[in-house]
């Protein structure tokens, strides 16, 4: 009978228990959870993975995004040591650290460790909830089953490296390390990881750059429990003391600012943009460009575009000196502003014009006074050169040949060129006119250095690309290939500037109408860089030029590129490398449009008297003069033979009546010139 009552109070007790159990089990599965996704900072990466910016989440704070195998093992090992030894086997509660916890306390009649294990402490930062109160902890330990049993123990430390606070608006691990030794955290030092794990136990009252001792003396019980649980030893948790404690944040990166801006706007779903840009090359032209103001007064502001010309990929861009609202506004990007490019599209015309078949870099060109009806182009330097060959006009960058040979092939083959290149623009008002040939249009730098690639890699236009780096745009052949090296081998042969290395690179130079902008633009056999110097109101900067301004820059930015340049390819086959007497006729001089009508270099002109004349009458006749020509020469008035096989080129005239009249001149090849004046 007792036996019978023994085996039925068991029987009761059990099933008390099973109820218990069944109902407790209920109970934490309908725990609400807050929500298990957590915002992190939305990051912008170079080609390689390396972070060029990040930007704070919508409540302001830094939270990087993490995963456990990207962490430091040692860390990893260090944090369960000194948080929670038991977290791969229990379920969200530690039992006997609970009671550990409560029996110190009760001991010694404050708290000496904390009975919270990483579950519980992730329950807390997910509901930002504290630990002074009970019903807190209760809170704490029923959401920490839970999430025992919804998540896999790599996902709740995931949760953990991404909410740990750090101080300030710093949270989770990578933030951490980014913010207190400038790196990620995938290794660190024994005494880095030890700071690391110290401090979201006290935020606040441990930050480093406020309170360097309490930081220290936290890091320092960090490490004695990792040398007790034997992941360091002893020697290594001394040397970890004597490391110094990091004193102030370090900024996160904020590289190619305005392009990251850019792939944010465009595509705002992403939370992590990869450019096509490479960190380093960024951070040294960056650095290149704030050093190149100093000294320029606070309103001159630079660009930089570097490309790799073999892939279309650009792979550094630098829209201004400084991303801030200054007198430079620097928040706009000077890389995709309109401006004009002075003298950096000859290049492309010459290229257009040896295709044409209207030049060779060998051919010979008058540099002289010249005139399309009411235009009048002027060389920069005022001067006229006389004959030269093509070769010395494009590096001289003189306008009157350029404007000559656009005259010849027309305006709208130099804009179906740019079309071809995919280059931006913007003509003035009306149609266009022989004048954008010397900058008399609106381009950006990133497209003018586009346009050069195009040069570089052979006269085929490869659209450049600051994102989607594996795709490959369509290709266009825009000049033949031997036409782009002929330029190449001009450009090559440009003096470089004062102090540069005698290097052969292929650029050259631009200043815009009233020195308002100044341009370099070079290559060698694989990259091509782009310099724009200016002010971003268009304001004139006087004594501005590309040669002496943006030309060293240039040199430099290539330096910081690469120690040697790579070579540039040997000439196409079909390349015709001949001097000026080995050249087709037609080739050895250059004729304009206007040849077949215009009189010849050295035909007769009438010097004196000059077309439109008033003279008084002189008893002796008029003296007459003849300038070029070959004698014997033959003299008219009003078509009448007056004196003929002169020999001389001064005449005495027998004109003598008041009134019009007109003067003509004949020389021993037939040649002829003509001028009417006016006797009073």
């Not at 704030?290 to 606070?298: K, P």
């Not at 060779?360 to 540099?367: A, C, F, K, M």
């Not at 860089?529 to 200016?534: Q, T």
Request: glycine share 8%.
């Amino acid at each position: 009978m007792i036996r019978a009552r023994h085996a039925l109070i068991l029987a009761a007790g059990l099933f008390l228990a099973a109820t218990t159990r069944d109902r407790f089990d209920t109970w934490i599965d309908a725990t609400i959870l807050p929500s298990l996704t957590v915002e992190t900072s939305t990051l912008v990466l170079d080609r390689t993975g390396h972070l060029l910016r990040a930007y704070t989440v919508a409540d302001g704070r830094w939270r990087l995004p993490l995963t456990v195998q990207e962490t430091d093992p040692t860390f990893l090992a260090m944090l369960l040591a000194y948080e929670d030894r038991r977290f791969p086997t229990h379920n969200g509660i530690d039992p006997a650290a609970l009671i550990r916890a409560t029996v110190q306390a009760a001991w010694n009649g404050n708290v000496i460790s904390g009975g919270s294990t990483l579950t519980m402490q992730v329950a807390r930062l997910l509901e930002e909830g504290t630990t002074g109160k009970l019903t807190g902890k209760l809170r704490q330990m029923r959401v920490a089953l839970a999430l025992e049993r919804r998540l896999t123990k790599d996902e709740i430390l995931t949760l953990y490296l991404h909410l740990a606070p750090y101080g300030g608006n710093v949270e989770g691990l990578r933030a951490a390390t980014r913010t207190w030794f400038g790196k990620d955290p995938t290794r660190l030092t024994p005494a880095q990881a030890a700071l690391l794990i110290a401090l979201p136990q006290s935020p606040e009252r441990r930050r480093p750059d406020r309170a360097p001792d309490a930081a220290a003396a936290g890091r320092d019980r960090v490490l004695a429990r990792a040398v007790a649980a034997g992941i360091l030893s002893q020697d290594q948790a001394e040397a970890a003391k004597r490391e110094a404690i990091p004193t102030a944040r370090q900024p996160f990166p904020a590289h190619a600012p305005h392009l990251s801006d850019e792939s944010i706007l465009t595509n705002s779903a992403k939370s992590v943009h990869r450019l096509c840009i490479e960190e380093s090359l960024q951070i040294a032209l960056e650095t290149l460009a704030a050093d190149t103001l100093r000294g320029m007064g606070d309103r001159v502001q630079i660009a930089i575009v570097a490309a790799d010309h073999t892939t279309g990929e650009i792979l550094a861009s630098v829209g201004s000196a400084a991303f801030q609202a200054d007198a430079r506004a620097g928040f706009v990007d000077m890389t995709r502003a309109l401006r004009s490019p002075g003298s950096t599209l000859k290049p492309m015309v010459y290229a257009l014009a040896f295709d044409a078949g209207l030049a060779h870099p060998e051919t010979l060109i008058e540099d002289r006074p010249v005139r399309f009806g009411t235009y009048a182009p002027q060389n920069f330097d005022r001067q006229f050169h006389g004959t030269i060959r093509m070769r010395d006009a494009l590096q001289q960058s003189l306008n009157i040949p350029v404007v000559e040979l656009l005259d010849a092939l027309g305006p709208e083959r130099l804009l179906t060129a740019l079309d071809q290149s995919t280059v931006r623009y913007r003509l003035p008002a009306g149609k266009p006119g022989l004048a954008i040939g010397l900058g008399g249009i609106g381009v950006t730098l990133q497209d003018m250095v586009g346009l050069y690639a195009t040069i570089a890699n052979g006269g085929i236009s490869r659209p450049l690309r600051w994102q989607d780096c594996a795709e490959t745009g369509t290709e266009r052949r825009v000049i033949s290939a031997a036409s782009a090296w002929q330029v190449t081998d001009i450009l090559t042969g440009l003096a470089p500037p004062a102090g540069a290395p005698a290097n052969r690179l292929a650029y050259k130079t631009g200043t815009s109408y009233g020195h308002r902008d100044a341009w370099a633009i070079g290559f060698d056999g694989r990259h091509v860089i782009g310099i724009w110097l200016g002010r971003p109101d268009g304001t004139p900067v006087p004594g501005a030029f590309g040669a002496d301004l943006a030309a060293p820059v240039l040199f430099q930015a290539f330096a910081r590129l690469k120690p040697e340049l790579t070579p540039q390819p040997p000439p196409p086959p079909e390349t015709l490398l001949v001097a000026n007497a080995q050249l087709a006729p037609p080739l050895q001089r250059f004729r304009s449009r206007q040849a077949a009508f215009a009189p010849d270099a050295d035909a007769p002109t009438i010097a004196f008297p000059p077309q439109g004349a008033e003279l008084e009458p002189l008893p002796q006749g008029l003296l007459a003069r003849v300038a070029g020509g070959t004698a014997p020469f033959s003299w008219l008035i009003d078509g009448q033979p007056v004196a003929t096989s002169q020999t001389v080129r001064e005449t005495l005239l027998p004109l003598q009546s008041k009134g019009f009249a007109t003067l003509s001149v004949i020389d021993a090849t037939g040649r002829s010139a003509r001028t009417t004046i006016r006797l009073r």
